[in-house]
């Protein structure tokens, strides 16, 4: 099993609208959880940090269940400049070296 | 935020031949640099961690004479494909971490090095 499974998508969505991305990771141990942007042939960048009690950053709000093991990036409002592939990152400890990455989740905002 | 910096974005090489991959962190030192590898359609997964003056420290699976790491310096990390292979074909990203960061796990990204083994 995949240490970070996500939906690939594509999912695209008009102007305006909002889009939520899930993620689920296989180790329950799992102490720190991120997700990225990625644009087309570029290098990730962190969007946002996710931590338990829920997280916003203006249009972007992340969520963790550690119960079910599941994390959530809503998207208000979407923009032209949101189409991209968002991964989810997960890292076994707070200190940790390694971070496993989903495949990604393409999105595509349509005027 | 940081900036890290990799040399060169792309290349192509014949089969046999090594390929020396750069990774730089142009405004902060790192002590620790990380080096992926990403398949198309395929996440990122960690090759190595290049830890300054001392070995690098390799993923399972990962061979450590094919791939050579050396991180000579607080700002550079380098690493080598030798006698490369079609299969060694992949976009190769290095990212680094800044020595003493509050969000420790915080790791910034180089642009990445597509190469083609042909």
Request: hydrophobic letters at 35%; one cysteine or more.
């Amino acid at each position: 099993r995949k240490e970070v499974e996500q939906d690939p998508g594509p999912f695209n969505v008009p102007e305006g609208a909002t889009v939520a991305f899930n993620c689920t990771y296989s180790n329950s141990a799992s102490q720190s959880f991120f997700w990225y942007r990625q644009d087309c042939r570029k290098e990730p960048k962190l969007l946002m940090s996710v931590y338990s009690s829920g997280n916003e950053d203006g249009r972007f709000t992340a969520q963790l269940n550690r119960a079910s093991q599941y994390i959530s990036l809503l998207i208000r409002d979407s923009k032209l400049s949101d189409s991209a592939t968002y991964l989810c990152v997960v890292a076994r400890w707070a200190g940790a070296n390694n971070l496993f990455f989903g495949t990604g989740t393409r999105l595509t905002v349509i005027p | 935020g940081a900036v890290v910096s990799q040399h060169p974005s792309r290349v192509i090489c014949k089969s046999g031949t090594s390929v020396k991959i750069e990774c730089r962190s142009l405004d902060f030192q790192a002590t620790t640099m990380f080096w992926y590898r990403q398949f198309p359609k395929q996440s990122l997964m960690l090759m190595a961690t290049s830890n300054e003056g001392s070995k690098a420290t390799y993923e399972q699976g990962v061979e450590k004479d094919k791939f050579l790491i050396n991180h000579a310096s607080l700002t550079l990390s380098t690493l080598t494909v030798t006698s490369a292979h079609p299969e060694d074909s992949s976009f190769y990203i290095c990212s680094a971490r800044i020595f003493g960061a509050g969000n420790f796990n915080e790791q910034f990204f180089g642009p990445g090095t597509r190469l083609t083994v042909l």
